[in-house]
């Protein structure tokens, strides 16, 4: 391996960081706006059903990729319980009681 090599992968290895913290941002921007529709329509944060469906077809998916879908199912749940997380802050802003003061 030559320093070339080893800069040319550093650099895609950056370049991919980028797009996965992206693509995160943007998931989270959706994921806002569901917290608020599921906070105006008084639907629970957490949607077990939903969740179970997502790790199970995206442990497939990172199967077929070639990625170990325990690794994955590790990451994925990180993402979730911040999700829900945002949605029970976001719940907690729009049905707070106003204070008196």
């Given at each position: 391996?030559?320093?070339?090599?080893?800069?040319?992968?550093?650099?895609?290895?950056?370049?991919?960081?980028?797009?996965?913290?992206s693509l995160l941002a943007e998931?989270?921007?959706?994921?806002?706006?569901?917290?608020?529709?599921?906070?105006?329509?008084?639907?629970?944060?957490?949607?077990?059903?939903?969740?179970?469906?997502?790790?199970?077809?995206?442990?497939?998916?990172?199967?077929?990729?070639?990625?170990?879908?325990?690794?994955?199912?590790?990451?994925?749940?990180?993402?979730?319980?911040?999700?829900?997380?945002?949605?029970?802050?976001?719940?907690?802003?729009?049905?707070?009681?106003?204070?008196?003061?």
């Open positions: 391996m030559t320093d070339n090599e080893l800069d040319r992968w550093r650099s895609s290895i950056d370049n991919i960081d980028t797009a996965i913290v998931r989270f921007k959706v994921t806002r706006e569901v917290g608020k529709w599921k906070a105006a329509n008084r639907v629970t944060a957490v949607d077990a059903d939903r969740e179970r469906r997502q790790v199970e077809r995206l442990r497939a998916l990172a199967s077929e990729a070639g990625l170990d879908p325990d690794f994955l199912e590790r990451f994925l749940r990180l993402i979730i319980d911040e999700v829900v997380s945002h949605h029970r802050a976001i719940r907690d802003d729009d049905f707070e009681t106003p204070s008196p003061f």
